[in-house]
T-cell receptor, first 112, second 115 residues
Framework: DQQVKQNSPSLSVQEGRISILNCDYT??????FLWYKKYPAEGPTFLIS?????DKNEDGRFTVFLNKSAKHLSLHIVPSQPGDSAVYFC???????????FGAGTRLTVKP | NAGVTQTPKFQVLKTGQSMTLQCAQD?????MSWYRQDPGMGLRLIHY???????DQGEVPNGYNVSRSTTEDFPLRLLSAAPSQTSVYFC??????????????FGDGTRLSIL
């Protein structure tokens, strides 16, 4: 039962352009959404989050958009840099339980 | 600033063997979790702990055992290893419960192969 889906296994963009990573979810009870970034041989590290009561959160080059009616969120990276090349995981959770659900990840490659 | 430390980084086991994956954190976090990551799938929660002496099951607990005797340590035990347990295991800790808005801090993972 994959409640969080990242349908694009990979994405390749040119340095300086925008990267858009997408995530869909099925459980309307999720209260919070997070994006994690993972480099090879390392654990995921937190990138940015958004509450279900917001539709946008911005942190420097990273912006997350939430469309609750469509059960869809996206991560925008502008401008993309080669150091952004990593696997990005979308995650969702609820305040009333202890289970965080993760998507399968999208591998982003930013070409110089 | 160690954060979350997992040992070992790699391990090969034979079917039926048992072993313990170690996890330690130095951030005084109450919440600790174990996840497994398999190809084409997201991280799935195995077990979690909300504090010393308190543990509970996650999404995929079968074949694993945990205990939490101290705030710092949260070992994961494989009771009788099976090939289906071949995976990369991540330990995480956080101030609040995993489903909340506090981000989790992850270790670098243990890559486990069961032959």
């Amino acid at each position: 039962d994959q409640q969080v889906k990242q349908n694009s296994p990979s994405l390749s963009v040119q340095e300086g352009r925008i990267s858009i990573l997408n995530c869909d979810y099925t459980n309307s009870m999720f209260d919070y959404f997070l994006w994690y970034k993972k480099y090879p041989a390392e654990g995921p590290t937190f990138l940015i989050s958004i509450s279900s009561i917001k539709d946008k959160n911005e942190d420097g080059r990273f912006t997350v958009f939430l469309n609750k009616s469509a059960k869809h969120l996206s991560l925008h990276i502008v401008p993309s840099q080669p150091g952004d090349s990593a696997v990005y995981f979308c995650a969702a959770g609820s305040y009333n339980n202890n289970d965080m659900r993760f998507g399968a990840g999208t591998r982003l490659t930013v070409k110089p | 600033n160690a954060g979350v430390t997992q040992t070992p980084k790699f391990q090969v086991l034979k079917t039926g063997q048992s072993m313990t994956l170690q996890c330690a954190q130095d951030m005084n976090h109450e919440y600790m979790s174990w996840y497994r990551q398999d190809p084409g799938m997201g991280l799935r929660l195995i077990h979690y702990s909300v504090g010393a002496g308190i543990t509970d099951q996650g999404e995929v607990p079968n074949g694993y055992n945990v205990s939490r005797s101290t705030t710092e340590d949260f070992p994961l035990r494989l009771l009788s290893a099976a090939p289906s347990q071949t995976s990369v295991y991540f330990c995480a800790s956080s101030y609040s419960r995993p489903g909340g808005n506090q981000p989790q801090h992850f270790g670098d993972g243990t890559r486990l192969s069961i032959l």
